[in-house]
């Protein structure tokens, strides 16, 4: 029997009713509610609200919306559809700044549109449906092929430490980061999980623990500043995470927290992996420091999830969503293709050629 999991299409395209339909991933763990969108507003609002989330999963929701938003469209010359194309493709893109998915997708989106020169509106609209069709389909395959390649680094019984959620729900299926730990519960390896709370969203507790709990792996939940201790006591032997940009030197951009996680690994001398979906590449950011992070709003850390406030009012806060680790303190970067090392710049556009 499959995992129940594994199973969990977080994004669905209900082409019949023009529905986007999400798994509104801030109701977890207590609520499994589907959300049904047509408004392109809503898509948006989604996106920016964390309801879908994860690099992969984003990417794949905005070609559904950007093909649903154009579908509305009345135009029945190719040129009219692709000026509202290009309206709805500009703002689902400015739903959120960090995970280079978003942009990929709708990049991709426009690609397939401009081929389709020539054609009625209806065969573009036909095109643009198999497009997203196909870049949901094929990251179920990236992911189960990161996951092969990640396994093939680990021994069973390790104990492994990840931080936010790069999961089933962040992805098509499978995940990046807990892709080898679907695919070793399956083949019996019997890992430790630690998943790291991660403040101020809580990825890790209420979606990491709650996808592991469920499949049934061995998983312990821990505070942000926990993962040292755990690390000293022994009981990490790899470290594993998503991304949300990752540069072509090698500096990566994950949720808040990664870089503090990767410079405790280097530090006891434990193998840290960024799991990276090649869509999650951006070979046009030299360095991390092309990378744009996401700020977001102070309520996040003061007063969200708590019954009252938990910091003074008005107090200044400061919520990137997202730090970059730097090159030098990864092991390596586990793609579809292959697992890229160090030197980044030379390993990662060899990657792409596979
Ligand atoms: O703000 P989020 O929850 O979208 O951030 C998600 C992450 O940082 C994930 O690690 C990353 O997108 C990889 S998901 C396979």
Redesign the pocket.
Known sequence: MENPVTVIQSVKLDDENSKLILLDQTLLPNETVFLELTEMEDVWDAIYQ?KV??????GIAAAYGVYLGTKKSNAETFEALFEDFKKVKDYLASS?PT?VNLFWALNRMEDRFKSEEGKSAAEVKAALKEEAELIRAEDEKICESIGEYALSLLEPGMGILT?????TI??AKY???LAPIYLGQERGYDFKVYADETRP?L?GARLTAWELQQAGVDVTLICDNMSSIVMKEGKIQAVL????RVAENGDTA??IG?SGVAILAKHYNIPFYV?APLS?VDLDCKTGEDIHIELRPSEEITSKWYEKPMAPQDVKTYNP??DVTDHSLITGIITENGIAYAPFTESLPKMFKK
Not at 53 to 58: C, E, L, Q, S, V
Not at 163 to 167: I, K, L, T, V
């Open positions: 964390l989330r994860g690099a992969p999963a984003i959120r995970a931080h936010c959620n790069a999961g962040a992805t995940g990046t980061a969203l990825q995470v998503g991304c949300d994950n949720k990664t799991c999650t969503a997202f």
